[in-house]
């Protein structure tokens, strides 16, 4: 499938940013009624024979170049968006390798992975990427295993472990999320990481998606849609970076704010990982979870 990238488009200062109208016809809108309240949205990733944004393993938009050169700019004024427990270093691999056959598979115009034993060589088109490189040897990359292949993704990802019943955030990339601070929050149990979310513990959402998720099988990803508002199309919305985002705008009073009135939604995948141990991806041991 050819996308039809937008590679000015920006998410700070002058938002230089807009939907096609195949974009919008693509989007999987998440509100069929007129009232709203937390769920666990999860659902069996079934491929959509019709293209649209269930059409791959990982979604790929127009979006796509902007977006990889936004996280890049966040990346370089703070490197803590991307942080990774030690242990969790076979997880790293595993989503590298999880995230290139997947988009050298969706999209073979775009991306091109060759391999010969240990020795791999990627090409992503669209950023005009060709590395060569060692599986399991992280020096043979620029970054990290999980931070190379991240940055090339859209969406927010999470390493999560599976060990005392539930699962911890040992690892992960944030710098598209919605006021959540990875660096607050690594290391933390599934519950503790969604503790302030209003009303959803006492509903039991919480309890219900657990439970769901360490039941997702090898070979059988599933998915939720995850999605924000604002009133600019800023994706840098973090707690870290509070002071620029907020002080800016925070309701509709018409004129170019209203015209600036942005909706953003990104497909959570849980997917299991390609070895041992998206948004997720999921594994008896180790979730992936992309956001």
């Known amino acids: 499938m050819t996308i039809a990238f937008k590679p000015d488009e920006t998410f700070r200062g002058d938002f230089r940013y807009a939907n096609s109208p195949a974009a919008i016809l693509r989007f999987p809108f998440p509100f069929d009624q007129d ?20 059409a791959a393993a990982f979604d790929v938009d127009e979006h796509y170049v902007a977006e990889c050169a936004e996280r890049a700019a966040v990346l370089a004024a703070d490197p803590g968006r991307c942080q990774v427990l030690p242990h969790m270093v076979e997880a790293e691999w595993d989503t590298l390798e999880l995230i290139m056959e997947s988009l050298s598979a969706d999209y073979p115009e775009h991306f091109t992975l060759e391999r010969e034993g240990d020795d791999w060589i990627w090409t992503n088109r669209p950023l005009s990427l060709h590395q060569r490189f060692r599986f399991g040897d992280p020096s043979s990359l620029p970054q990290s295993p999980f931070e190379y292949i991240a940055r090339q993704a859209q969406g927010d990802f999470t390493l999560q472990d599976q060990r005392d019943g539930t699962l911890y955030m040992d690892g992960g990339i944030a710098t598209t999320q919605a006021d959540w601070s990875l660096s607050f929050d690594l290391g933390m149990t599934f519950h503790e990481w969604h503790g302030p979310v209003p009303l959803a513990h006492q509903k039991g959402v919480f309890d219900r998606a657990l439970s769901y998720l360490m039941r997702v099988r090898y070979g059988h990803p599933a998915r939720r849609l995850n999605w924000t508002m604002t009133v600019h199309p800023r994706l840098d919305t973090s707690p870290e970076n509070y002071p620029v985002w907020g002080a800016g705008p925070h309701h509709f009073d018409g004129g170019q704010h209203r015209r600036d009135a942005a909706f953003a939604g990104r497909i959570a995948d849980i997917l299991p990982a390609a070895a041992l141990e998206r948004a997720a991806v999921l594994h008896p041991r180790l979730s992936c979870q992309h956001r």
């Open 35 to 54: 009232s709203y309240m937390y769920g666990i949205n999860m659902e069996p990733h079934t491929r959509s024979t019709m293209g649209g944004a269930f």
